[in-house]
T-cell receptor
């Protein structure tokens, strides 16, 4: 059974640009969450989607947005990139509501220069 | 006050010893509790989950939960150098939709 797949693995972008990250959950998983991990802040929750609906959102500016498609695949977009957006972005999936935990993908390492 | 607190460590133990990792949380409505292991440069891996007060054992790992004290712990028996990693405590509240993570405890197991 394939795990959570995130693409691309690495990205280098310039300040002011925008970026889109992709996540394919484990087959059958309908819940997808996104997290930002930095050395200083640890793992911070961005948002969670279930059946194409955003059910929960963290405390990030509106530059961070996401969506989920009917096949449960999800994308995350960051507009007007700032240096502080450099981080590891992790996607995680769960069969339903997450009470049994989430399985993480390998992440996308974003560097903003 | 942080929602989930962990000592950042490092916690150093010799091979074969018991490693004890601790976590406290602030939301009394929290319902599910998890321990993730993260090796350097890798993504978090779920190793234990616990939902009710008491102990839960899985191989060398034991998770302990005390909801009255808002305290979760992870014991690793017969620690191995391969256990050296950062251990992240995570908690969900009502609805289970959002995992709140502690900043993690770095464990170093020396041969």
């Amino acid at each position: 059974k394939a795990g959570v797949t995130q693409t691309p693995r690495y990205l280098i972008k310039t300040r002011g640009q925008q970026v889109t990250l992709s996540c394919s959950p484990i087959s059958g998983h309908r819940s997808v969450s996104w997290y930002q991990q930095t050395p200083g802040q640890g793992l911070q929750f961005l948002f969670e989607y279930f059946s194409e609906t955003q059910r929960n959102k963290g405390n990030f500016p509106g530059r961070f947005s996401g969506r989920q498609f009917s096949n449960s695949r999800s994308e995350m977009n960051v507009s007007t990139l700032e240096l502080g957006d450099s981080a590891l972005y992790l996607c995680a999936s769960s069969p339903g509501s997450g009470e049994y935990g989430y399985t993480f993908g390998s992440g996308t390492r974003l560097t903003v220069v | 006050q942080k929602e989930v607190e962990q000592n950042s460590g490092p916690l150093s133990v010799p091979e074969g010893a018991i490693a004890s990792l601790n976590c406290t949380y602030s939301d009394r409505g929290s319902q599910s509790f998890f321990w993730y292991r993260q090796y350097s440069g890798k993504s978090p891996e779920l190793i234990m989950s616990i939902y009710s007060n008491g102990d839960k054992e899985d191989g060398r790992f034991t998770a302990q939960l005390n909801k009255a004290s808002q305290y979760v712990s992870l014991l690793i028996r017969d620690s191995q150098p391969s256990d050296s990693a950062t251990y992240l405590c995570a908690v969900t509240g009502t609805g289970f939709q959002k995992l709140v993570f502690g900043t993690g405890t770095r464990l170093l197991v020396s041969p």
